[in-house]
Protein backbone atom coordinates (compact mmCIF):
# COMPACT_ATOMS: atom_id res chain seq x y z
CA UNK A 1 0.00 0.00 0.00
CA UNK A 2 1.36 3.79 -0.58
CA UNK A 3 1.63 6.47 1.99
CA UNK A 4 -0.80 8.74 0.95
CA UNK A 5 -1.36 10.83 4.58
CA UNK A 6 2.26 12.56 4.58
CA UNK A 7 2.47 11.12 8.14
CA UNK A 8 5.67 9.29 7.49
CA UNK A 9 8.03 10.30 10.72
CA UNK A 10 6.87 7.45 12.78
CA UNK A 11 9.18 7.44 16.08
CA UNK A 12 8.66 5.66 19.23
CA UNK A 13 10.23 6.68 22.19
CA UNK A 14 11.17 4.22 25.65
CA UNK A 15 12.70 4.81 28.61
CA UNK A 16 11.80 3.39 32.19
CA UNK A 17 9.80 5.66 34.08
CA UNK A 18 12.32 8.68 34.92
CA UNK A 19 14.44 8.57 32.41
CA UNK A 20 13.43 12.31 31.23
CA UNK A 21 11.41 10.54 28.41
CA UNK A 22 8.88 13.16 29.26
CA UNK A 23 11.61 16.61 28.53
CA UNK A 24 12.74 14.50 25.45
CA UNK A 25 9.71 13.75 23.88
CA UNK A 26 9.06 17.74 24.27
CA UNK A 27 11.96 18.78 22.25
CA UNK A 28 11.61 15.94 19.69
CA UNK A 29 7.74 17.05 18.87
CA UNK A 30 8.77 20.60 18.37
CA UNK A 31 12.21 20.19 16.06
CA UNK A 32 10.60 17.06 13.66
CA UNK A 33 7.09 18.60 13.61
CA UNK A 34 5.79 15.00 15.53
CA UNK A 35 2.02 14.81 16.89
CA UNK A 36 2.64 13.56 20.38
CA UNK A 37 1.28 10.56 21.78
CA UNK A 38 1.25 9.55 24.83
CA UNK A 39 -0.63 6.79 26.34
CA UNK A 40 0.11 7.87 30.26
CA UNK A 41 -0.69 11.67 29.06
CA UNK A 42 -4.71 10.38 27.64
CA UNK A 43 -5.09 8.26 30.43
CA UNK A 44 -4.49 11.01 32.66
CA UNK A 45 -6.47 13.32 31.43
CA UNK A 46 -9.25 10.71 31.24
CA UNK A 47 -8.60 10.88 35.19
CA UNK A 48 -8.95 14.72 34.79
CA UNK A 49 -12.38 14.15 33.21
CA UNK A 50 -13.57 11.53 35.83
CA UNK A 51 -14.71 9.30 33.13
CA UNK A 52 -15.41 5.65 34.12
CA UNK A 53 -11.96 4.85 32.00
CA UNK A 54 -10.54 7.63 34.51
CA UNK A 55 -11.99 5.51 37.68
CA UNK A 56 -10.04 2.40 36.26
CA UNK A 57 -6.55 4.13 35.14
CA UNK A 58 -6.46 5.89 38.30
CA UNK A 59 -6.48 2.55 40.77
CA UNK A 60 -4.33 0.66 37.93
CA UNK A 61 -1.74 3.46 37.25
CA UNK A 62 -1.23 4.43 41.30
CA UNK A 63 -0.61 0.75 41.95
CA UNK A 64 2.05 1.36 39.05
CA UNK A 65 0.50 -1.62 36.95
CA UNK A 66 -0.26 -2.04 33.38
CA UNK A 67 -3.92 -1.00 32.34
CA UNK A 68 -5.71 -3.87 30.02
CA UNK A 69 -4.32 -4.17 26.35
CA UNK A 70 -7.58 -4.03 24.54
CA UNK A 71 -8.20 -0.55 26.28
CA UNK A 72 -4.49 0.79 24.80
CA UNK A 73 -5.80 -0.67 21.64
CA UNK A 74 -8.64 1.30 21.25
CA UNK A 75 -6.91 4.48 22.47
CA UNK A 76 -4.31 4.01 19.90
CA UNK A 77 -6.52 2.91 16.94
CA UNK A 78 -9.01 6.16 17.64
CA UNK A 79 -5.64 8.46 17.79
CA UNK A 80 -3.49 7.68 14.77
CA UNK A 81 -6.43 7.34 12.67
CA UNK A 82 -7.53 11.27 14.17
CA UNK A 83 -4.34 12.66 13.84
CA UNK A 84 -2.88 11.27 9.82
CA UNK A 85 -2.31 14.30 7.73
CA UNK A 86 -2.18 16.46 10.52
CA UNK A 87 1.80 16.42 11.20
CA UNK A 88 5.19 15.00 9.75
CA UNK A 89 5.15 12.26 12.05
CA UNK A 90 3.90 10.72 15.05
CA UNK A 91 5.96 10.36 18.34
CA UNK A 92 4.71 7.41 20.50
CA UNK A 93 5.66 8.06 24.24
CA UNK A 94 4.90 5.12 26.50
CA UNK A 95 3.55 2.73 23.85
CA UNK A 96 4.05 -0.20 22.76
CA UNK A 97 4.89 -1.41 25.86
CA UNK A 98 3.89 -5.32 25.77
CA UNK A 99 4.68 -7.67 22.87
CA UNK A 100 0.82 -7.79 22.41
CA UNK A 101 0.71 -3.82 21.80
CA UNK A 102 3.88 -4.12 19.55
CA UNK A 103 2.19 -6.99 17.04
CA UNK A 104 -1.18 -4.84 17.40
CA UNK A 105 0.64 -1.69 16.42
CA UNK A 106 2.63 -3.53 13.45
CA UNK A 107 -0.74 -4.30 12.15
CA UNK A 108 -2.37 -1.09 12.35
CA UNK A 109 0.68 0.63 10.91
CA UNK A 110 0.57 -1.99 8.03
CA UNK A 111 -3.36 -1.38 7.41
CA UNK A 112 -1.80 2.03 6.52
CA UNK A 113 0.71 1.90 4.35
CA UNK A 114 2.81 2.76 7.06
CA UNK A 115 5.97 1.77 9.18
CA UNK A 116 7.84 2.73 12.24
CA UNK A 117 11.55 4.13 11.29
CA UNK A 118 13.28 4.57 14.37
CA UNK A 119 12.57 3.52 18.21
CA UNK A 120 14.69 5.36 20.61
CA UNK A 121 15.45 4.08 23.61
CA UNK A 122 17.23 6.01 26.93
CA UNK A 123 19.51 3.84 29.12
CA UNK A 124 20.02 4.67 32.50
CA UNK A 125 20.24 2.45 35.77
CA UNK A 126 17.69 1.57 38.52
CA UNK A 127 19.35 3.31 40.96
CA UNK A 128 19.39 6.55 39.41
CA UNK A 129 16.11 6.55 38.09
CA UNK A 130 14.73 5.81 41.93
CA UNK A 131 16.03 9.45 43.08
CA UNK A 132 15.01 11.07 39.78
CA UNK A 133 11.26 10.20 40.37
CA UNK A 134 11.05 10.67 43.91
CA UNK A 135 12.31 14.25 43.17
CA UNK A 136 10.10 14.76 39.96
CA UNK A 137 7.90 17.61 40.30
CA UNK A 138 4.91 18.49 37.64
CA UNK A 139 3.10 21.05 36.41
CA UNK A 140 -0.78 20.85 36.69
CA UNK A 141 -1.19 23.58 34.48
CA UNK A 142 0.99 23.27 31.71
CA UNK A 143 2.82 19.78 32.51
CA UNK A 144 6.43 21.42 32.62
CA UNK A 145 8.56 18.87 34.20
CA UNK A 146 11.18 20.00 37.69
CA UNK A 147 13.30 17.54 39.78
CA UNK A 148 13.63 19.57 43.19
CA UNK A 149 17.24 18.82 43.42
CA UNK A 150 18.64 19.12 39.34
CA UNK A 151 16.40 21.07 38.02
CA UNK A 152 14.06 23.17 40.68
CA UNK A 153 12.09 25.64 40.06
CA UNK A 154 12.54 29.46 41.16
CA UNK A 155 10.01 29.78 43.58
CA UNK A 156 9.29 26.29 45.24
CA UNK A 157 5.71 24.30 43.97
CA UNK A 158 5.15 27.39 41.39
CA UNK A 159 5.93 26.57 37.32
CA UNK A 160 8.16 29.10 36.07
CA UNK A 161 6.78 29.23 32.96
CA UNK A 162 3.21 29.40 33.30
CA UNK A 163 3.15 30.12 37.21
CA UNK A 164 0.57 27.09 37.60
CA UNK A 165 0.71 24.52 41.03
CA UNK A 166 3.87 22.26 40.77
CA UNK A 167 2.43 18.59 42.70
CA UNK A 168 4.10 14.62 42.88
CA UNK A 169 2.58 12.07 40.68
CA UNK A 170 0.73 10.04 43.14
CA UNK A 171 2.54 7.07 41.35
CA UNK A 172 5.83 8.52 41.83
CA UNK A 173 5.77 6.78 45.19
CA UNK A 174 8.44 4.56 46.36
CA UNK A 175 6.10 0.98 46.02
CA UNK A 176 4.81 2.45 42.84
CA UNK A 177 8.14 2.70 41.40
CA UNK A 178 9.59 -0.33 42.24
CA UNK A 179 6.50 -1.50 40.74
CA UNK A 180 6.66 0.58 37.68
CA UNK A 181 10.48 -0.52 37.11
CA UNK A 182 9.45 -4.09 37.81
CA UNK A 183 6.90 -4.15 35.04
CA UNK A 184 8.96 -2.42 32.54
CA UNK A 185 11.28 -5.46 33.18
CA UNK A 186 9.16 -7.93 32.58
CA UNK A 187 6.87 -6.12 30.20
CA UNK A 188 8.87 -3.56 27.97
CA UNK A 189 12.26 -4.96 27.49
CA UNK A 190 11.48 -7.76 25.08
CA UNK A 191 9.27 -4.99 22.94
CA UNK A 192 12.93 -3.51 22.62
CA UNK A 193 14.73 -6.74 22.15
CA UNK A 194 12.13 -7.48 18.94
CA UNK A 195 12.54 -3.63 17.56
CA UNK A 196 16.50 -4.32 18.17
CA UNK A 197 15.90 -7.11 16.30
CA UNK A 198 14.28 -5.55 13.35
CA UNK A 199 17.63 -2.78 13.06
CA UNK A 200 15.42 -0.49 14.53
CA UNK A 201 16.61 0.55 17.73
CA UNK A 202 18.79 3.85 18.65
CA UNK A 203 20.16 3.24 21.91
CA UNK A 204 21.14 6.42 24.05
CA UNK A 205 23.00 7.04 27.20
CA UNK A 206 20.29 8.67 29.55
CA UNK A 207 22.45 9.47 32.03
CA UNK A 208 23.95 12.62 30.81
CA UNK A 209 22.60 16.45 30.61
CA UNK A 210 19.35 16.54 28.92
CA UNK A 211 21.31 18.49 26.45
CA UNK A 212 23.43 15.69 25.80
CA UNK A 213 21.02 13.28 25.38
CA UNK A 214 18.85 15.08 22.91
CA UNK A 215 22.07 16.22 20.94
CA UNK A 216 22.15 12.13 20.51
CA UNK A 217 19.45 11.37 19.99
CA UNK A 218 19.22 13.87 17.40
CA UNK A 219 22.13 13.35 15.61
CA UNK A 220 20.97 9.58 14.88
CA UNK A 221 17.46 10.63 13.66
CA UNK A 222 18.91 13.03 11.41
CA UNK A 223 20.86 10.37 10.05
CA UNK A 224 17.86 7.70 9.70
CA UNK A 225 15.80 10.53 8.80
CA UNK A 226 18.19 11.45 5.71
CA UNK A 227 18.30 7.55 4.36
CA UNK A 228 16.24 7.30 1.10
CA UNK A 229 13.06 5.98 1.76
CA UNK A 230 13.30 6.45 5.13
CA UNK A 231 12.21 9.90 5.79
P1 LIG B 1 3.63 6.96 31.76
O1 LIG B 1 3.17 8.36 31.89
O2 LIG B 1 3.96 6.57 30.33
O3 LIG B 1 4.74 6.61 32.72
O4 LIG B 1 2.38 6.03 32.16
C1 LIG B 1 1.82 6.06 33.46
C2 LIG B 1 1.01 4.80 33.70
O5 LIG B 1 -0.06 4.71 32.74
C3 LIG B 1 1.76 3.48 33.58
O6 LIG B 1 2.46 3.14 34.76
C4 LIG B 1 0.61 2.52 33.27
O7 LIG B 1 -0.13 2.22 34.43
C5 LIG B 1 -0.30 3.35 32.37
N1 LIG B 1 0.09 3.20 30.93
C6 LIG B 1 0.61 4.15 30.11
N2 LIG B 1 0.86 3.67 28.88
C7 LIG B 1 0.49 2.36 28.92
C8 LIG B 1 0.52 1.31 27.96
N3 LIG B 1 1.00 1.49 26.71
N4 LIG B 1 0.06 0.08 28.35
C9 LIG B 1 -0.42 -0.13 29.59
N5 LIG B 1 -0.47 0.82 30.54
C10 LIG B 1 -0.02 2.06 30.23
Not at 136 to 158: L, Q
Request: hydrophobic share 35%.
Amino acid sequence: MTETTGTSKLIALFGPPGSGKGTQAEYLVRDYDLYHLSTGDLLRAEIKQGTPLGRQADEVIKSGALMPDAIIQGMIRNQVNSVLGEKAGILFDGFPRTAAQADFLDGLLAELGLAMKAVVFLAIDAEKLIDRLTGRRTCRNCGAVYHVKSSPSRREEVCDKCGGPLYQRPDDNRDSIAERLAAYERQTYPVLQAYENKGLLVRVDGDQSREAVYRDIAGALDRILAIPGRD
